[in-house]
């Protein structure tokens, strides 16, 4: 798929964003001739979006610096439902109150990677035309329009089904609710375009299906691949819990030291998703080799921890890295976690002290990286894994180091 005439399409394709298109000559065309609106949705199922929503989220960035119009589609409709697509269980359904926080957290990130201004880019929530549907109606208007057979077809569907996995009727309607938003959006803004990732092709497909047979319009989809890195793991989740936009639940620092762990074979793929970074730059970092893989790391890191949280907070992160891995310093900016004195007077075991911090998930793992020499105490190993922490741990500061690895490192506060 190349060849493209638009830059929209042609920045796509060649920084590695496009799966599908359902009319790829089509789009191509219609991007060419004019400005384009498309969308991509977003249920508020958790407070923050994370690293796995990157891709989508730079898509729309780059639809609006090509000269387009992106919506980013708020689901506090849909987040009621629940998405079933390759899911082996229902979502929890959450309560209005709790989408509605969620909402709110989401929200903020988007401004970091689009212009709002002037409705150059607009944020909807699917609430405003789902919520108030009349079922009856709904049913006679939209739903016949849909044939049973062929969603029981669609891969997320089969899935489930195939591994005798409850299928409520609730998320079955999931697809027709995106599809209908699709429609709803064309109608209010003359969005022709939704993009997703490649597990959304089904849900995607039925809207554009719904756009002809309702209103007679030509609609597209664009899907990107999903994304996991080179050793197969999903991305935006780590041993340690999800990879979090939002500074109040994951620290810059630590998001800058996701992107600097990056595998070497995955650098010059993330340099081309997750940064503006010209091609001809990438192109010039994708030749370093041997130990100069590790100055594209932190340009990668660099980059897209500037996009989120701003200039300032990357070259911070990339100093603390400097002194904790080069100078060994007790660098200030460090994640933080705080004890009660009162546990550090009583004696808190060091593998718990691990677990507590999130640098291991079990105490079991702490007593295997202890063992091979993986988990240090302000800088010093882990000699005996029943020991406990105590005032006489606690640096001028009042705090402890704790490191797993070479990488990793957090600071215990007693109060």
């Known amino acids: 798929m190349s060849g493209f005439k638009s830059d929209f399409l042609r920045v796509l394709s060649e920084r590695g964003f496009v799966h599908q298109i359902s009319d790829p000559e089509g789009l191509d065309a219609a991007a060419l001739k004019g400005p384009v609106t498309g969308y991509i949705g977003y249920d508020a199922t958790a407070s923050s979006l994370h690293v796995g929503h990157l891709t989508q989220i730079m898509m729309l960035h780059w639809m609006q610096e090509t000269g387009h119009r992106p919506i980013a589609l708020m ?198 998703l997750f940064t503006t970074l010209p091609m001809s730059e990438i192109d010039r970092l994708a030749a370093l080799g041997g130990a100069e893989i590790n100055e594209a790391k932190k340009v990668l890191a660099g980059e897209v921890t500037t996009l989120l949280h701003g200039r300032a907070a990357a070259e911070a992160a990339a100093e603390t890295a400097r002194k904790t891995f080069e100078e060994g310093a007790l660098a200030g900016d460090l994640p933080t976690i705080e004890v009660p004195m009162a546990e550090i007077d009583a004696g808190l075991g060091v593998l718990s002290a691990f677990v507590r911090a999130g640098l291991v998930a079990s105490n079991g793992e702490a007593r295997r990286a202890a063992a091979g020499g993986g988990l240090k105490v302000n800088d010093a190993s882990v000699t005996d894994p029943t020991a406990s922490l105590s005032r006489a741990d606690l640096t001028g500061d009042g705090v402890i180091k704790l490191s797993f690895g070479r990488k990793k490192h957090i600071l215990l506060r007693a109060v």
């Open 75 to 272: 689901g506090g409709g849909t987040t009621m439902i629940g998405d079933p697509s390759f899911k082996d269980e229902a979502r929890k359904l959450l309560s209005v109150e709790d989408i509605g926080r969620n909402l709110e957290g989401i929200r903020g990130s988007f401004s970091r990677y689009l212009d709002f201004d002037g409705g150059r880019a607009e944020m909807m929530n699917n609430a405003d035309w789902l919520l108030g549907l009349n079922y009856v109606e709904f049913l006679r208007d939209v739903g016949r329009h849909f044939s049973v057979n062929r969603m029981l077809s669609f891969d997320s569907v089969k899935l489930r089904l195939d591994r005798e996995q409850s299928l409520s009727f609730l998320e079955f309607n999931y697809m027709i609710l995106q599809a209908y938003d699709f429609v709803e959006l064309n109608s209010r803004r003359g969005c022709v375009l939704q993009m997703g990732g490649s597990d959304q092709w089904g849900n995607i497909v039925s809207g554009i299906d719904l756009g002809r047979r309702m209103n007679d319009v030509q609609l597209y989809a664009l899907t990107s691949p999903l994304l996991t890195t080179a050793s197969g793991a999903k991305m935006g989740k780590t041993a340690a819990g999800a990879v979090w936009l939002d500074a109040e639940l994951l620290s810059p620092y630590d998001f800058w030291q996701y992107w600097r762990n990056t595998e070497d074979a995955d650098v010059v793929r993330f340099l081309k």
